[in-house]
């Protein structure tokens, strides 16, 4: 599931993967994202974070900056 606000600028959204497979590993995720927002310049920059739980493996935190010049 994902929602977007302010014309998708920010977005949260979450999940869980494998749900109705027997024996998965990963479980529950979610995440945010902030989408090109202009900084000094004319920069742009896009946000992403993501967080997965595994049941063995432990947690998985995932980050992405990303800048259009």
Same mark, same amino acid.
């Given at each position: 599931?994902?929602?977007? /606000?302010?014309?998708?600028?920010? @977005? ?12 998965n ?7 945010t994202? &902030? ?8 920069? +742009? &920059?896009?946000f992403?974070?993501?967080y @997965?739980? /595994?049941?063995h ?8 900056? @990303?800048?259009? +010049?």
């Amino acid at each position: 599931c994902e929602l977007g /606000f302010l014309k998708d600028k920010f @977005q949260v959204r979450g999940g869980y993967k494998d749900l109705f497979l027997p024996n998965n590993e990963a479980t529950f995720t979610f995440g945010t994202s &902030i989408h090109e927002i202009d900084l000094i310049g004319g920069v +742009l &920059i896009t946000f992403d974070y993501a967080y @997965q739980n /595994f049941i063995h493996l432990g947690s998985s935190n995932r980050f992405t900056l @990303q800048l259009k +010049l």
